[in-house]
């Protein structure tokens, strides 16, 4: 693991788009792995700022995303379909028929799991795979005790999850129970991961990633093992990691 330190959260979603945009033009039909929430989304506004400015193309570009939740379809403001297409998708010149989200309202959800699982595998895999982190250490919807051995499956989304997800519903009720993820060996089969951390609400789980072993009950600490992972994280995410400990990871 390798890490970057940005000075805020602006400067990290740059360097998060650079990563992404060198990946694209080096290898113009990439299998790029995306990420939601909040944390992504200066990336995804510097990726688009580049399209316009110098006609970046997604044109052979594949994406698959993390995770759905079930039960919201496409036109559910809180479906990560909805966000994908509203922050990325309809501001660059990829086709949608090649952005791939695991569909939150199939009528057999193991089935789908399944489907997704094979179509990662059709399109040979993941170049870049972009990370988010929970505050539980969680990665896509991989909440602590997952096994690392996971492929896309099904969860049961942990409370802390919920409520930190409720800030875009009218109420903790609203917010779905379960959803579909990749798993983690489905994750770390990409050839190359970024995480993003940003802000002092992840500053004790990046000090955990950073003190802590490999261990279930932190899934991102599993990134330790992967040859290719650069976190991108500002200085507010990173001011509980003592300085000997960035040391190791520079
Ligand atoms: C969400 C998503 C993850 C995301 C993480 C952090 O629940 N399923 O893919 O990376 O939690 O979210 P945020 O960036 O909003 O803090």
Do not use: W
């Amino acid at each position: 693991m390798k890490l970057i330190e940005t000075k805020d959260y602006k400067e990290m979603s740059e360097k998060a788009a650079e990563i992404i945009i060198a990946q694209v033009k080096k290898k113009p039909n990439s299998v790029l792995g995306l990420a939601t929430g909040e944390t992504v989304l200066g990336t995804y506004a510097a990726l688009v700022y580049d399209h316009r400015q110098h006609r970046t193309s997604y044109q052979y570009i594949q994406t698959v995303n993390l995770d759905e939740y079930i039960g919201l379809g496409p036109n559910h403001p809180n479906s990560y379909r909805y966000y994908m297409n509203e922050h990325l998708f309809s501001h660059i010149d990829i086709p949608l028929s090649q952005t791939h989200i695991p569909n939150g309202l199939a009528a057999d959800v193991e089935e789908e799991c399944k489907r997704y699982e094979e179509l990662i595998e059709k399109l040979g895999g993941i170049d870049l795979q972009v990370l988010g982190i929970g505050r539980n250490g969680h990665i896509g919807f991989n909440e602590p005790g997952t096994p690392f051995d996971s492929i896309t499956h099904i969860v049961e989304l942990a409370e802390s999850t919920r409520e930190a997800n409720s800030r875009f519903y009218s109420s903790l009720e609203e917010v779905p129970t379960h959803a579909i993820t990749m798993g983690i060996t489905t994750i770390m089969k990409s050839k190359q991961i970024i995480l993003l951390a940003s802000g002092e609400k992840k500053a004790h789980i990046l000090s955990q990633l950073f003190e802590r072993e490999v261990t279930l009950n932190i899934p991102a600490s599993i990134l330790k093992t992967h040859p290719n992972v650069v976190v991108i994280a500002d200085k507010e995410a990173l001011s509980l990691v003592s300085k000997d400990q960035r040391k190791v990871y520079v």
